[in-house]
C-alpha cells in the first residue's frame, strides 16, 4: 500500500504494545509457503529472548448487531485465539446494547425518548464518541450524512414492508424532524440535548464502523495484530497474514452475485461499501434505496453502489453512505479531502453504468484475480469479501 495506509490511527496508537509481539512474527503457517533458512532462524533466535511465536489462523463466525461477524485472526494458540475473539465479539454486543436502534431498551432509543424535553442527558463515553463523530461528518458533508434522519428512515423501512408508498404529509413531517443542528453536544459534561420531540438518531450508517474499530482495538490488548474483522461487509484490517503482503478483498460491481471486479491487498485500515442492491423497494416501477437524502427526505433512486477504503471503520462506514447522497462530483471531492481514503462508485443511470474513483483509488495495491481453478473470493452480499 502506498499512501493510502501509513501506519496511523489506533494499529499506530497500539505499535508500542505490539513491538514484541511483531519481532516474533516471520514464521509462516501451513500452506502459507514461508521457508526459513537456518542461518536466518539462527540470528533471529540469538537476537531474541525467547524463540518466536508459530502463528496459526483461526477463524470465527457469530451474530452481532444483526448482522454476520467474522473474525480471522492469527494467534499462537487456540486458547489466545478464543479468549481475544470472544472479548472482541463481547464488545461488539456492548455497542450494540448502546447503539441499536432496535431495541427501545438501547442507550441511543432512551436518549431519543427524552428529545424535546429540553433536559440535556448525560450519556456513555462510547454513545458520545460516536455522536461527536457523526456530528463532525454531518458539518463536513453539509448535511449529507446526518443520524437525525431516522423519523424519515423509519417511514421508508415501513415502505418496504408493506410496499406502499409513504403519504408526502408524512415524509414532509418526518422532514421537519430532521436535521444535525437540533444536536446539542456538551463535551464537558458529556451530554446530549436533542431539541424537537420527535427527533430519532439512526445509527445505521455508523455504529458498525464504530464497532469494528473496538473490536480491532480489543484484539490488539490481547497482543494479536494479524487480525480481520468483518461485521456484515464493514472490514477492519490489522496487519497481513504472516508472510503475506495484504489481506485479499474482492470487491464486487453493481451486481453482488457477479464476480469482483476489483482485488485489493489490503492492511491496517477498513473497507466497506454502501449500496442498493439488498436494501431497497420497487414502488410504481421505480427502485428505492435504503440511504435517504436528509434535504428532501427522498431516498435515493439510481442504483448505485460506494466502496470506502479510510484508515478507520468509521470513516469507511460514514463516508460510504456521504458520497452516495454527495454523488460523484462532491463525494469523491471529500474522499480525497479525507486523509488516507479512497473511493470508488458505479452508479447505473436508465441501463448505462458509470463509474467513478477518488484519486488514491488507482493507488492501492492489487492482486492477481483469482482463476476458475482457484477459490473464489467469499462475498457477503453485495459489500466486499475476504480471500485471506
Ligand atoms: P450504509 O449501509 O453504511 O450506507 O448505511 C445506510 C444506513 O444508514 C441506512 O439503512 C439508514 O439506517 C442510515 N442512513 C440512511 N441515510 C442516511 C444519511 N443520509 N445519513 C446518515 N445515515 C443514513
Ligand atoms: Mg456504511
Given amino acids: 500500500m502506498k499512501s493510502v495506509l501509513p501506519a496511523q490511527g489506533d494499529v499506530g496508537r497500539m505499535a508500542p504494545l505490539l513491538v514484541g509481539l511483531l519481532t516474533g512474527l516471520l514464521v509462516g503457517i501451513g500452506g502459507l509457503g514461508s521457508v526459513e533458512t537456518p542461518v536466518a532462524r539462527t540470528a533471529r533466535l540469538q537476537g531474541a529472548e525467547r524463540p518466536p511465536e508459530k502463528l496459526q489462523r483461526f477463524e470465527y463466525a457469530a451474530e452481532a448487531m444483526a448482522e454476520p461477524l467474522k473474525i480471522i485472526l492469527y494467534a499462537p494458540d487456540e486458547a489466545a485465539a478464543e479468549r481475544a475473539a470472544q472479548a472482541a465479539l463481547d464488545r461488539i454486543h456492548q455497542l450494540n446494547d448502546i447503539l441499536s436502534d432496535y431495541d427501545p431498551e438501547s442507550e441511543l432509543r432512551r436518549l431519543c425518548d427524552q428529545a424535546g424535553t429540553g433536559e440535556p442527558v448525560r450519556v456513555s463515553e462510547d454513545l458520545f464518541r460516536v455522536l461527536a463523530a457523526a456530528q463532525r461528518w454531518a458539518e463536513q458533508t453539509d448535511g449529507a450524512f446526518d443520524m437525525t434522519v431516522g423519523p424519515v428512515v423509519r417511514l421508508w423501512r415501513r415502505a418496504r414492508r408493506t410496499h406502499q408508498m409513504p403519504a408526502p404529509a408524512a415524509i414532509e413531517q418526518a422532514r421537519q424532524l430532521v436535521g444535525y443542528q437540533n444536536v446539542l453536544l456538551d463535551p464537558d459534561r458529556q451530554t446530549v440535548l436533542l431539541k424537537k420531540a420527535g427527533m430519532r438518531l439512526d445509527p445505521g450508517g455508523i455504529g458498525a464502523g464504530y464497532a469494528i474499530d473496538e473490536a480491532l482495538r480489543v484484539l490488539h490488548k490481547h497482543g494479536l495484530s494479524r487480525v480481520l474483522i468483518d461485521l456484515g461487509g464493514d472490514i477492519r484490517l490489522g496487519d497481513p497474514p504472516p508472510d503475506q503482503p495484504g489481506w485479499r478483498i474482492g470487491v464486487p460491481g453493481l451486481d453482488p452475485k457477479a464476480p469482483p471486479k476489483e482485488f485489493l491487498l489490503l492492511s491496517r485500515c477498513a473497507i466497506g461499501t454502501s449500496g442498493d442492491a439488498w436494501q431497497f423497494v420497487e414502488l410504481g416501477g421505480r427502485r428505492y434505496s435504503h440511504i435517504i437524502d436528509p434535504k428532501t427526505g427522498m431516498p435515493l433512486t439510481d442504483r448505485c453502489s460506494v466502496t470506502v477504503v479510510a484508515l478507520d471503520g468509521l470513516t469507511a462506514d460514514v463516508l460510504g453512505t456521504a458520497v452516495s447522497v454527495l454523488g460523484p462530483e462532491k463525494g469523491m471531492k471529500l474522499v480525497d479531502q479525507t486523509p488516507g481514503a479512497a473511493a470508488w462508485m458505479i452508479r447505473g443511470v436508465e441501463d448505462r453504468l458509470h463509474s ?28 466486499s469479501g475476504t480471500q485471506p
Avoid: I, Q
Fill in 356 to 383: 467513478f474513483a477518488s484519486g488514491r483509488w488507482k493507488d492501492l495495491v492489487r492482486y492477481k484475480p483469482p482463476t476458475a481453478a482457484d477459490a473464489g473470493p467469499k462475498r457477503s452480499g453485495a459489500k
